[in-house]
């Protein structure tokens, strides 16, 4: 079992930026495939990056490419969002994920382990 704990989310200008973190306990994340999703309200749970289990590999949703990015450090079981250039559109609750699997897919249902989330506003 893998527990997930998010931690960076806050209140910030558009065009500022934030670096989420994602702290995994109960397994080591070295073979897991991550991800980051948002949910914003009334809408449903979308997804924003993911990274393979060796760091090597990325995704991004279209919206955040150039302004979003996902790393890892698996000697601390930790998983990053570095969000720059900030939109008021960014506002959201940030979740991170794991992938079992070792898969690193855009698509929700693919992981298996989920985190409470951050929350992220973002004001004009």
């Known amino acids: 079992q893998v527990q997930l704990v998010e931690s960076g989310g806050g209140l910030v200008q558009a065009g500022g930026s934030l670096r989420l973190s994602c702290i995994a306990s109960?397994?080591?994340?070295?073979?897991?495939?991550m991800g980051w999703f948002r949910q914003a309200p009334g809408k449903e749970r979308e997804f924003v990056a993911a990274?393979?289990?060796?760091?090597?590999?990325?995704r991004y949703a279209d919206s955040v490419k150039g302004r979003f990015t996902i790393s890892r450090d698996n000697a601390k079981n930790t998983v990053y969002l570095q969000m720059n250039s900030l939109k008021p559109e960014d506002t959201a609750v940030y979740y991170c994920?794991?992938?079992?699997?070792?898969?690193?897919?855009?698509?929700?249902?693919?992981?298996?382990?989920w985190g409470q989330g951050t929350q992220v506003q973002v004001t004009v």
């Open positions: 109960g397994r080591t994340l070295g073979t897991y495939g």
């Open positions: 990274i393979s289990w060796s760091g090597r590999s990325t």
């Open positions: 994920a794991a992938d079992k699997g070792g898969l690193y897919g855009t698509i929700r249902s693919a992981y298996d382990y």
